[in-house]
């Protein structure tokens, strides 16, 4: 039976890079594209080359409907699944968390009952290093960290975790997640840190930086993400969990000084304003276990692929 593949929303950014390269690099294996296109989903973020292949389908179906995804899923008769599907803004969801618990959580639910009907293959879930809540420095999350989300994003995530975790267990699904730092690169949308406050400054308007700035984030860039998927999607272990990260550890002043270097800018342009509520202070993430499993290593470094990102934005 041929390889088809489930790849849910993200037209955007991580999933949209995903595709890019995988769908002409295994052209044997069909590949169908489930996007609800909202505010971040944007069909030009994937290649022309991409978008003619004959191994390639899109299908604009929002996972909240059960009934639309049961239609694709008869359509195509999927073989696995690549879960990337998630509203992700921190703030948005402290604004209105309901849609973050519609669709990250009702929209994995709808997904796992879908893999249970249709006998599929493989549930690859895609989750964040956000899950495990923040913590100090000198400490790193590993995959036997307690879940502790702090907003109801990572809330949200933690919930479609467990509910994975819960159909593996009850109903023997074949599983496997990975939790990722902050990704950057080709494609993210504009509210996110890097794109946001590169338009700002190409605007000649200031950044708004919270707090002090001293908050900590790990920085991966998004083709390693997408390779360390791939592995453990190809070769992991049923039910297996793998933290994936690059080691680069910045706070968001350091990111914004950087940013602004980069725009020849001065720190004139910094406007410091209220810290979110509850702002996690630190993410950091333990990967050895992928390392020893899998052998994968991230490849690309901060410094020189940071440059080449606000490089593009700035050409785009």
């Known amino acids: 039976m041929k390889q088809t593949i ?18 002409l690099k295994f052209p044997e294996i069909k590949w169908v594209n489930i996007d609800a296109l909202t505010y971040a989903g944007k069909l030009e973020n994937i290649d022309s080359e991409v978008e003619k292949a004959h191994n ?11 009934d639309a995804l049961r239609n694709v899923y008869t359509k ?44 599929l293959n493989r549930f690859h879930h895609i989750s964040t290093d956000e899950v495990y809540g923040d913590l100090p420095n ?19 995530k933690a919930s479609s975790d467990f509910y994975v975790k819960a159909y593996g267990r009850t109903y023997n699904i074949d599983y496997t997640i990975t939790r990722c730092s902050n990704n950057y690169g080709p494609n993210q949308d504009k509210e996110k840190l890097i794109p946001h406050f590169f338009q700002l400054l190409k605007d000649n308007k200031p950044v708004t930086v ?6 900590i984030r790990d920085w991966l860039y998004v083709e390693d993400h997408c390779d360390a998927i791939w ?36 720190e004139s342009y910094i ?26 290593l991230p490849k690309i470094k901060f410094e020189e692929w940071i440059v080449k990102t606000l490089d593009y934005y700035k050409n785009k």
């Not at 009702?106 to 009907?117: A, P, S, Y």
């Open 231 to 266: 592995e453990v999607f190809t070769k992991s272990d049923s039910k297996w969990i793998y933290n994936i990260w690059w080691n680069n550890e910045y706070t968001n002043l350091e990111i914004t000084k950087l940013i602004l270097q980069e725009m020849w800018k001065d």
């Open 76 to 119: 195509y008769t999927p073989t696995d699944i690549i879960h990337f599907a998630a509203e992700s803004h921190v703030d948005n969801s402290i604004k209105n968390p309901t849609i973050f618990t519609e669709t990250n959580v009702i929209g994995t639910q709808n997904l796992l009952d879908l893999h249970r009907e249709f006998q």
């Open 210 to 215: 919270y707090g002090d700035g001293s908050n």
């Open 271 to 296: 406007s410091y304003v209220e810290d979110r509520k509850w702002h996690d202070v630190r993410y950091a993430i333990d990967a050895q276990k992928i390392q020893d499993d899998l052998w994968w």
């Open 6 to 23: 489930i790849i849910t929303w993200w037209a955007w950014f991580i999933w949209s890079n995903f595709l890019n390269k995988f769908v």
């Open 138 to 156: 000198g400490w790193f999350f590993t995959e036997k960290t307690p879940l502790n989300p702090s907003s109801p994003y990572s809330c949200s």
């Open 56 to 66: 390639y389908s899109f299908e604009k179906v929002d996972i909240r409907d059960i």
